[in-house]
């Protein structure tokens, strides 16, 4: 009589169309549209030179999203940027991704968006006061526990909170964009007279320009990252990215000129929250309005953001990358709740130093330095392996473009002002190499991990997950 081997379980493929929608536009329409723009605009100079930098950004997102659509049909894995530097490069360079970005990109992204709500929900209760930081970073904490605790419960539940929140946020900028428009009929066009005057042309001010407008943009890349529980990869996953970033890039366009239609370059610079700013100009009384949109968007592409950061860190685990108990997933609620958990914990301990400024910089440098990496092991299979079946091509001038552009935005602003945290930021991406050799290439693994793995696999309920292809 021959035993049956025990089923693994599967993530479900429980993410349509319009789930797949809202986890783009609802991650990428975060914090970002209400803070940044200010930044932006201080680091190019003019008005009109600022909605060329967030139209080029959108550009931008959609061509690099094109590119990862034509991976996604090509390697049917979740995992994102991780999966395609494996498959594509070395698994040397797809650790050096994961050590990063599993303990300070994903996480210094969770962090800059908790903080970012968590200003938006205590500074109305301050007046005039900057509120506390102490207060904003606890504010910050709960919203992740909050995320992290609805995301290890039910793909379901975190879906249909997606999609709230990304129809309160498209409403709250259709709000903005109305309200620009009003004022442009009343005449309210000085602004945009003479818009390029004292636009700063340096390499240093249009890169961290960019960096500021892209953070805007970022989620662009997350359908990649549950490509196994999406519905239809092969054709939703095009769709849905072409659908999203188009959408979104007019969406920032027309809120950008909205903005400059009731704010004067310099008030827009000196503005700490500038839908608030521009809520209180329009609305009046009901300025706080803006506030609780923002906050209410920041808090949806926190949500966002927990999906999808936490399946990166899933597959890789299930690859041998990370530790094992961070491939199981819920025995009953099939949701990778290890790896949700341990993101929650490393996102909480870079709250704790985190500046929201500093965070999006560095965030954003790492970033673009792994996208070129992916973005030429698409060229290289485009090339090298044209015979893989794929139901989605892009030109291969469009990876070119977008390549030279990631380069672009890795080196400009170490070229043209030079920081020691960039230094720093490299040195810890090429530290995942002293950890790979022994623990991965060599599998030295303390017997205590094993034990410790087992005590949790009891503890959280959860067993090994299976791939969903």
Same mark, same amino acid.
């Given at each position: 009589?021959?035993?049956?081997?025990? !089923?693994?379980?599967?993530?479900?493929?429980?993410?349509?169309?319009?789930?797949?929608?809202?986890?783009?536009? #609802?991650?990428?329409?975060?914090?970002?549209?209400?803070?940044?723009?200010?930044?932006?605009?201080?680091?190019? #100079?003019?008005?009109?030179?600022?909605?060329?930098?967030?139209?080029?950004?959108?550009?931008?997102?959609?061509?690099?999203?094109?590119?990862?659509?034509?991976?996604?049909?090509?390697?049917?894995?979740?995992?994102?940027?991780?999966?395609?530097?494996?498959?594509?490069?070395?698994?040397?360079?797809?650790?050096?991704?994961?050590?990063?970005?599993?303990?300070?990109?994903?996480?210094?992204?969770?962090?800059?968006? #908790?903080?970012?709500?968590?200003?938006?929900?205590?500074? /109305?209760?301050?007046?005039?006061?900057? /509120? /506390?930081?102490?207060?904003?970073?606890?504010?910050?904490?709960?919203?992740?526990?909050?995320?992290?605790?609805?995301?290890?419960?039910?793909?379901?539940?975190?879906?249909?909170? !997606?999609?709230?929140?990304?129809?309160?946020?498209?409403?709250?900028?259709?709000?903005?964009?109305?309200?620009?428009?009003?004022?442009?009929?009343?005449?309210?066009?000085?602004?945009?007279?003479?818009?390029?005057?004292?636009?700063?042309?340096?390499?240093?001010?249009?890169?961290?320009?960019?960096? !500021?407008?892209? $953070?805007?943009?970022?989620?662009?890349?997350?359908?990649?990252?549950?490509?196994?529980?999406?519905?239809?990869?092969?054709?939703?996953?095009?769709?849905?990215?072409?659908?999203?970033?188009?959408?979104?890039?007019?969406?920032?366009?027309?809120?950008?000129?909205?903005?400059?239609?009731?704010?004067?370059?310099?008030?827009?610079?000196?503005?700490?929250?500038? *839908?608030?700013? $521009?809520?209180?100009?329009?609305?009046?009384? $009901?300025?706080?309005?803006?506030?609780?949109?923002?906050?209410?968007?920041?808090?949806?592409?926190?949500?966002?953001?927990?999906?999808?950061?936490?399946?990166?860190?899933?597959?890789?685990?299930?690859?041998?990358?990370?530790?094992?108990?961070?491939?199981?997933?819920?025995?009953?609620?099939?949701?990778?709740? /290890?790896?949700?958990?341990?993101?929650?914990?490393?996102?909480?301990?870079?709250?704790?130093?985190?500046?929201? !400024?500093?965070?999006?910089?560095?965030?954003?440098?790492?970033? $673009?330095?792994?996208?070129?990496?992916?973005?030429?092991?698409?060229?290289?299979?485009?090339?090298?392996?044209?015979?893989?079946?794929?139901?989605?091509?892009?030109?291969?001038?469009?990876?070119?473009?977008?390549?030279?552009?990631?380069?672009?935005?890795?080196?400009?602003?170490?070229?043209?002002?030079?920081?020691?945290?960039?230094?720093?930021? *490299?040195?810890?991406?090429?530290?995942?190499?002293?950890?790979?050799?022994?623990?991965?290439?060599?599998?030295?693994?303390?017997?205590?991990?094993?034990?410790?793995?087992?005590?949790?696999?009891?503890?959280?309920?959860?067993?090994?997950?299976?791939?969903?292809?």
């Amino acid at each position: 009589m021959t035993e049956e081997k025990p !089923q693994k379980l599967k993530l479900k493929r429980e993410l349509g169309m319009l789930g797949a929608v809202s986890l783009i536009v #609802g991650t990428a329409v975060g914090s970002g549209i209400f803070m940044t723009p200010q930044t932006v605009i201080s680091s190019i #100079g003019s008005p009109g030179a600022s909605l060329v930098i967030w139209a080029s950004c959108g550009l931008l997102a959609i061509l690099a999203s094109f590119c990862y659509a034509e991976l996604g049909t090509v390697i049917k894995e979740s995992g994102g940027e991780y999966i395609y530097i494996l498959r594509t490069s070395c698994p040397a360079l797809a650790f050096m991704f994961i050590f990063s970005s599993v303990l300070f990109v994903r996480p210094a992204g969770i962090a800059g968006i #908790g903080l970012s709500f968590a200003a938006y929900v205590v500074t /109305p209760f301050y007046g005039d006061c900057p /509120p /506390p930081v102490l207060v904003v970073k606890c504010v910050a904490a709960a919203a992740i526990i909050t995320l992290a605790t609805v995301n290890c419960m039910k793909v379901r539940f975190a879906m249909s909170i !997606q999609v709230f929140f990304t129809v309160v946020k498209v409403l709250a900028l259709a709000g903005i964009i109305i309200g620009g428009v009003v004022m442009l009929i009343k005449g309210h066009t000085e602004n945009f007279e003479n818009s390029f005057e004292n636009t700063n042309v340096g390499v240093n001010s249009i890169g961290i320009a960019f960096y !500021q407008g892209l $953070w805007s943009y970022d989620g662009w890349n997350n359908l990649n990252s549950v490509t196994e529980e999406l519905k239809r990869p092969e054709v939703n996953l095009p769709r849905a990215v072409l659908i999203a970033i188009s959408l979104v890039t007019t969406l920032y366009l027309l809120v950008n000129v909205s903005y400059l239609a009731v704010m004067t370059p310099k008030e827009l610079m000196s503005s700490s929250a500038v *839908a608030v700013t $521009w809520g209180n100009k329009v609305l009046g009384s $009901w300025g706080w309005v803006m506030s609780v949109a923002a906050a209410l968007s920041a808090f949806g592409s926190l949500n966002g953001t927990f999906f999808s950061g936490g399946r990166v860190c899933f597959v890789a685990a299930r690859e041998g990358h990370m530790p094992d108990i961070l491939s199981m997933a819920h025995v009953h609620r099939l949701t990778p709740s /290890p790896a949700l958990i341990f993101t929650t914990i490393i996102s909480l301990v870079v709250l704790i130093p985190g500046d929201f !400024q500093s965070i999006v910089n560095y965030f954003s440098f790492s970033a $673009w330095f792994f996208y070129a990496i992916v973005l030429s092991g698409l060229i290289y299979l485009k090339i090298k392996k044209k015979d893989l079946p794929r139901s989605y091509k892009v030109p291969i001038v469009i990876p070119i473009l977008v390549l030279i552009a990631a380069i672009f935005l890795v080196l400009a602003p170490i070229i043209d002002n030079p920081q020691i945290e960039y230094l720093y930021v *490299a040195l810890f991406i090429l530290s995942g190499i002293v950890v790979y050799i022994p623990f991965i290439h060599y599998k030295l693994c303390p017997r205590v991990l094993d034990k410790l793995t087992v005590f949790l696999q009891l503890f959280l309920e959860v067993a090994p997950a299976d791939k969903n292809l």
